[in-house]
């Protein structure tokens, strides 16, 4: 690879800010990388479904043999706009007033640069799609919404989180729960035992739903608790949202049940009622560790010195979105440090390190 072409193709694509929804400018970018590279791309026109003045940019690269897909993001989180990346000893990172773009320009950077070198050597390689994606940040929606009839890869490698080295296998199914009890209204002061009070019993159901980990396999937490009102009335109205994260489907359902049991014993105690309504955001990920792609990760990154950690997180990447449409999908980092803050930083050495396993999965 070329390292001073690389680091300066990651500095060039942070300091254009692309902030979730307003990717535009970024999307631009990219597109003249692809006519500058030969790479036959199309915009994949999501920005409306996702609140984004931006597109999906999907490609694809001719070659022999079986495909693989490259996933990245293109948005960051705030404050993303007039980054100014400082390098100091081999690191790269923010001037501290905002964050630094890592997550996910890395990622971006380290697949372009392999796919130049591959060019530049005229070398045989795999047959290779992207997917950039829109609002990874929000809830990964551009994935979410992206056109996979333009895919044929059976695996992909998503490039999207920290330490070098660790390859997420797994992630969670995750769910939404919005919540509304309902009471009676009635004078707190003159006549409160003809009320019905909404928001005591939306706490005692509160009280008995676990929050934080219930077991290994799964999260939940309790939010936006909201009953408004006079305090000379009893109030009629008390809302709160759930979420729920788990690695199987069975212990997923296991806990949507218990925090509506406690919801119905809480409701029969005040004689309340209540509402349940259940958004799904994502299936469950696993891609198993003797898979092909796992494997030749590993091979590639032995012969660099480099261990490898499998795991999974309880934390959401496209990969989720990817495997939900018949597309092995592991994730891996880019060396990317503390990401979402304004002490980001990449050291450059982990950035040629990914590029050469993205370089050495290109050459199958």
């Not at 079986?66 to 960051?76: G, K, P, R, V, Y």
């Not at 005591?200 to 937490?221: F, H, L, R, W, Y």
């Amino acid at each position: 690879m070329d390292a001073a072409r690389l680091m300066e193709r990651f500095l060039r694509y942070v300091r254009c800010g692309s902030e979730s929804g307003n990717e535009r400018d970024f999307c631009l970018l990219i597109e003249e990388e692809f006519r500058r590279l030969g790479i036959d791309f199309l915009r994949d026109v999501v920005g409306e479904a996702v609140g984004s003045n931006g597109w999906n940019l999907i490609a694809s690269i001719p070659g022999e043999g079986e495909a693989i897909l490259f996933s990245c993001h293109m948005d960051t989180v705030t404050p993303g706009q007039g980054i100014l990346p400082i390098l100091e000893n081999g690191v790269i990172r923010s001037a501290g007033d905002t964050i630094l773009g890592a997550d996910d320009k890395s990622g971006i950077a380290a697949v372009l640069e392999a796919l130049e070198c591959i060019f530049e050597e005229g070398v045989s390689h795999r047959p290779v799609e992207l997917l950039f994606s829109l609002c990874e940040e929000r809830g990964l929606l551009g994935s979410r919404h992206a056109d996979y009839s333009r895919f044929k890869s059976k695996e992909a490698l998503v490039l999207d989180t920290g330490e070098i080295g660790r390859v997420i296998n797994r992630a969670p199914a995750i769910v939404h729960l919005h919540i509304r009890v309902h009471g009676k209204a009635s004078h707190a002061g003159v006549e409160p035992k003809k009320g019905v009070h909404a928001l005591k019993a939306a706490a005692e159901a509160i009280a008995n739903i676990t929050c934080g980990q219930p077991d290994d396999m799964s999260v939940m937490n309790v939010a936006n608790f909201v009953s408004e009102g006079a305090t000379n009335v009893v109030p009629d109205l008390a809302t709160f949202d759930m979420e729920i994260r788990s690695f199987t489907e069975e212990l997923l359902q296991k806990h949507i049940r218990e925090a509506e049991s406690a919801l119905q014993k809480a409701c029969r105690t005040y004689g309340a009622t209540y509402e349940l309504a259940l958004t799904r955001h994502s299936d469950p990920l696993y891609v198993a560790e003797d898979g092909p792609l796992l494997t030749k990760v590993r091979e590639l990154y032995a012969t660099m010195g480099v261990q490898v950690r499998v795991e999974g997180t309880f934390g959401g990447c496209d990969a989720t979105w990817l495997n939900a449409h018949g597309i092995a999908a592991l994730n891996t980092g880019t060396g990317m440090q503390q990401a979402h803050s304004v002490h980001e930083s990449i050291a450059l050495a982990d950035l040629q390190t990914v590029t050469s396993l993205v370089y050495g999965l290109i050459r199958g």
